[in-house]
């Protein structure tokens, strides 16, 4: 059974300039899914890392609505802008691409930042909250890290450790910008592979922006690509047939082929 737990009413995206507003899109009408890895795409400067940032209630929406299901026990929506920021800390988890500057600080102890939601004042972690931490360390596959100091990690392993911070966080959303960028090839199969399995397993509604085309094409549930003149939504194969995907990519000497979705070059 499909479950929403976002859902986007007409919303429209932007933000205030000295000029006036830019609008960067609007009249999005959209669900994203509980269970699915959502691949959002889409060319430099589209707006994508402000669509995140506004779905992340960062930064106000110019217009609509973006309604939230803060728990399966209830079949209301609840506007975002409803919500407290301690209450969205506890609904979404954000992981975004820029590294980390953290020193004398192991990979347990960064983890263990994701559960300050849950915490007192004085940011005290309980037995409980430990037992979290430890959970989503092996979880994310890093338990050979735990007593690592963050800052002689490779861009990969950091990454995870970012990712488990988030499941540490118990959110039932989780965004991610560019989860993969700086990342060689086989570790962003294995990122974008834990991703899927993760929304899978533990229930995760899970949207991430990634310029890797090809392996969201395989490995996403579902994609948003944005373009100028709006969103197309759909499976992969959904929007290749479409011939979204094909417009987006194709170039002189570049073709896309909607059945195998696939990227050919032309070396001539």
């Not at 889409?42 to 994508?48: D, E, I, L």
């Not at 972690?125 to 735990?146: F, P, Y």
């Not at 690592?148 to 118990?170: F, N, P, Y």
Request: with cysteine; glycine share 6%.
């Amino acid at each position: 059974m499909e479950i929403e737990s976002i859902i986007l009413k007409n919303l429209s995206i932007g933000y205030h300039t000295k000029n006036g507003t830019r609008m960067v899109a609007d009249g999005i009408n959209a669900a994203i899914r509980q269970e699915e890895l959502t691949c959002l795409l889409g060319a430099n400067g589209v707006g994508k890392s402000t669509l995140l940032r506004t779905l992340s209630a960062f930064q106000p929406k110019l217009g609509g609505e973006i309604l939230l299901f803060p728990s399966l026990n209830t079949h209301h929506p609840t506007p975002i802008t409803s919500f407290s920021d301690k209450e969205l800390s506890r609904i979404i988890g954000v992981v975004l691409t820029e590294k980390p500057d953290i020193r004398n600080m192991t990979v347990r102890e960064l983890v263990a930042l994701g559960r300050s939601p849950y915490t007192g004042f004085w940011g005290t972690l309980h037995n409980k909250d430990w037992q979290v931490v430890d959970e989503a360390i092996e979880a994310v596959g890093i338990s050979n890290l735990r007593e690592r100091m963050v800052h002689t990690l490779s861009d990969g392993e950091r990454q995870k450790v970012m990712i488990a911070k988030a499941l540490a966080q118990q959110t039932p959303v989780i965004f991610l910008d560019e989860p993969t960028a700086f990342l060689d090839f086989p570790s962003k199969v294995e990122m974008m592979q834990l991703l899927r399995r993760l929304a899978r397993t533990a229930q995760k509604t899970i949207f991430l922006s990634t310029h890797d085309f090809e392996l969201a094409l395989q490995v996403a549930d579902r994609l948003w690509l944005m373009e100028s003149k709006g969103v197309s939504i759909g499976t992969p194969q959904e929007l290749a047939e479409s011939g979204a995907l094909a417009r987006y990519v194709e170039r002189p000497g570049i073709t896309f082929d909607a059945q195998t979705l696939t990227v050919r070059v032309n070396s001539e």
